[in-house]
């Protein structure tokens, strides 16, 4: 098992920045991919980043490309997002996840923290 604990969220203004933490303890955090998910009432979680193992891979939504960095820490069991340029379509909650495969698609994400919220206002 891996236990996920989000934070950082908060209310920002349009072009405001946040950085989001993920505290990891468990299983062995460096043997998982790690990843950040999004989701707004009535819609699907949507992919928003995601790092390998020993962070010399990621993989960014086109939505987020150039504002948004992920980064990790394997001696912390952290990882970040840091969300810069922020818009009001950047509003949800905002999920990190623990897979097995470097992906973007939730399905190979066994687990997954309860999440926090980012609401940006316009």
């Known amino acids: 098992q891996v236990q996920l604990v989000e934070s950082g969220g908060g209310l920002v203004q349009a072009g405001g920045s946040l950085r989001l933490s993920c505290a990891a303890s468990?299983?062995?955090?460096?043997?998982?991919?790690m990843g950040w998910f999004r989701q707004t009432p009535g819609k699907e979680r949507e992919f928003v980043a995601t790092?390998?193992?020993?962070?010399?891979?990621?993989i960014f939504a086109d939505s987020v490309k150039g504002r948004f960095t992920i980064s990790r820490d394997n001696i912390k069991n952290t990882v970040w997002l840091q969300m810069n340029s922020l818009k009001p379509e950047d509003t949800g909650g905002y999920y990190c996840?623990?897979?097995?495969?470097?992906?973007?698609?939730?399905?190979?994400?066994?687990?997954w923290g309860q999440g926090t919220q980012v609401t940006v206002s316009s």
């Open positions: 996840a623990a897979g097995r495969r470097f992906s973007r698609n939730k399905r190979e994400y066994d687990y």
């Open positions: 790092i390998s193992w020993i962070a010399n891979y990621t």
């Open positions: 468990g299983r062995t955090f460096s043997n998982y991919a």
